[in-house]
C-alpha cells in the first residue's frame, strides 16, 4: 500500500508594509498639528501643546497620541525636530563657519510664530528702556551718521541685546559663567561691534 505524501505549502510572509505607512503618516500628522498648535500660540507657548489638544487637532483619539510617544516631552521633541528640520537646521553637523546661516534660519522658524504683543512695563522702566535705547542710537551715530537709519538702529539693538538683563541670565544660568567671566565675554563681544562701527563696517546684506 502507498503512502501518499502531503505537501506542505510554503507559508505566506505577512507584509505589513501597508500598516506601516499608515502609521507614519499619522505620526507626521499628530506632529503637524503639535507644531500648528504651538504657532498659533508663541515661541514659549508650549503649554497649549497637550496630548489632549493635539489629539483634537489631529482628529485622533489620545491613545493614538500616546501610541506614538510615550509623553508629552517625547512629542514636544519631535516637534523641535519637525522645526530643524523644516527650515534645514542641523546642529550635529555645525561648524563655526554655519554659525550665522544657522541664526537666520532658527529666526525665520521664531518668524513662523503668532506674533504676541509683551505685557507693558512698568512705567519707570519702560521710560529707562527709552533713554537707554537714544543713548545707544546717539553713541553709534556719532560714529556712523552717514549709515541707513536701519543699520545705525541695527548696531544700536546688537548693544542693547549684549547689556540686557536676558543676557545676563543666560551667560549666568544657562552657561554657568561668574560675574568676572561674563563680563569678559559682553565687553569682548561688544568690543567687536565698536571697532566695526568706528571702521565703517555696517551689517552686511
Known amino acids: 500500500m502507498t503512502t501518499k505524501r502531503t505537501v506542505a505549502r510554503p507559508r505566506r510572509q505577512y507584509d505589513n508594509t501597508l500598516r506601516l505607512e499608515r502609521s507614519a503618516r499619522t505620526r507626521e500628522r499628530i506632529v503637524d498639528a503639535a507644531a500648528q498648535l504651538l504657532r498659533d500660540s508663541t515661541v514659549r507657548g508650549w503649554a497649549t501643546v497637550t496630548v489632549r489638544g493635539v489629539a483634537a487637532r489631529a482628529g485622533v483619539h489620545e491613545r493614538t497620541v500616546y501610541r506614538h510617544f510615550p509623553s508629552e516631552q517625547a512629542l514636544h521633541d ?8 523644516e527650515y534645514g537646521i542641523d546642529l550635529a553637523q555645525m561648524h563655526l563657519e554655519d554659525i550665522g546661516d544657522v541664526t537666520a534660519r532658527i529666526f525665520q522658524s521664531l518668524a513662523s510664530y503668532a506674533v504676541k504683543k509683551r505685557r507693558p512695563l512698568e ?5 529707562a528702556k527709552k533713554r537707554q535705547h537714544a543713548a545707544l542710537l546717539d553713541a553709534v551715530t556719532e560714529h556712523a551718521a552717514q549709515w541707513p537709519d536701519q543699520d545705525r538702529r ?4 546688537v548693544f542693547d541685546v549684549l547689556w540686557s538683563v536676558g543676557a545676563y541670565d543666560r551667560f549666568a544660568l544657562d552657561w554657568g559663567l561668574d560675574f568676572d567671566q561674563t563680563v569678559r565675554a559682553v565687553q569682548w563681544a561688544i568690543g567687536l561691534i ?3 562701527v568706528r571702521d565703517g563696517r555696517r551689517p552686511p546684506g
Do not use: D, Q, R
Open 123 to 127: 512705567p519707570s522702566l519702560a521710560t
Open 78 to 85: 519631535a516637534v523641535l525636530h519637525h522645526f530643524e528640520h
Open 154 to 157: 541695527a548696531a544700536a539693538a
Open 194 to 196: 565698536e571697532e566695526a
